[in-house]
T-cell receptor
Framework: SQELEQSPQSLIVQEGKNLTINCTSS?????LYWYKQKYGEGLIFLMM?????EEKSHEKITAKLDEKKQQSSLHITASQPSHAGIYLC?????????????????FGQGTILTVHP | NAGVTQTPKFRILKIGQSMTLQCTQD?????MYWYRQDPGMGLKLIYY???????DKGEVPNGYNVSRSTTEDFPLRLELAAPSQTSVYFC??????????????FGSGTRLTVV
């Protein structure tokens, strides 16, 4: 099983609809990154969350990290075809707060988002 | 400002052949990483480096080797290619081990097929 589970695995929505993608771990997340990937291209950084309860927004995309720092959600408001792609969460999953992971990230399996005009 | 550049973009290898995937960055980043992406499996870390002359294994290092002789370059070497190494390979870099404002910069990937 994956250390970092994303749900759903795929999502098809009509343009203008809101949607949420979740990223869940059984371990504490010391840094949670959200990336977007278009087919055949590299990953584009969206935002990073560190503190329990933290929330960040960029244009119509909002990401939250829960108080326990074990789950993050990515919410898109009024989706557009330009939002289509693969969304991946990546996390620093070191074993304790005092150590360092040297930036190594564990990734979820990705969520494929399709937005129909 | 090119960011992270990976070459080649596509490659087909025969079983048993060897090759080097090139990765170079022009941002003076200390940290560099190699990931592979298989369908439905997210990204898995192969090797990483925290600076010139320092490398270490990630989650799936078997069948690969790396070197970091300069800050800019972090090549990934495949020896004796196997079908299981068919994947998309991404190189990434970061100035520090935690980048809350910029994340990690990824290259556009190398799509490798071993037949």
């Amino acid at each position: 099983s994956q250390e970092l589970e994303q749900s759903p695995q795929s999502l098809i929505v009509q343009e203008g609809k809101n949607l949420t993608i979740n990223c869940t771990s059984s371990k504490t997340l010391y840094g949670l990154y959200w990336y977007k990937q278009k087919y055949g291209e590299g990953l584009i950084f969206l935002m990073m969350l560190q503190k329990g309860g933290e929330e960040k927004s960029h244009e119509k995309i909002t990401a939250k990290l829960d108080e326990k720092k074990q789950q993050s959600s990515l919410h898109i408001t009024a989706s557009q075809p330009s939002h289509a792609g693969i969304y991946l969460c990546g996390a620093d999953m070191r074993t304790n707060a005092g150590g360092t992971s040297y930036g190594k990230l564990t990734f979820g399996q990705g969520t494929i988002l399709t937005v129909h005009p | 400002n090119a960011g992270v550049t990976q070459t080649p973009k596509f490659r087909i290898l025969k079983i048993g052949q060897s090759m080097t995937l090139q990765c170079t960055q022009d941002m003076n980043h200390n940290y560099m990483y190699w990931y592979r992406q298989d369908p439905g499996m997210g990204l898995k870390l192969i090797y990483y480096s925290v600076g010139a002359g320092i490398t270490d294994k990630g989650e799936v290092p078997n069948g690969y080797n790396v070197s970091r002789s300069t800050t800019e370059d972090f090549p990934l070497r495949l020896e004796l290619a196997a079908p299981s190494q068919t994947s998309v390979y991404f190189c990434a870099s970061s100035y520090t081990h935690r980048s809350p404002n910029y994340g990690y910069t990824f290259g556009s990937g190398t799509r490798l097929t071993v037949v």
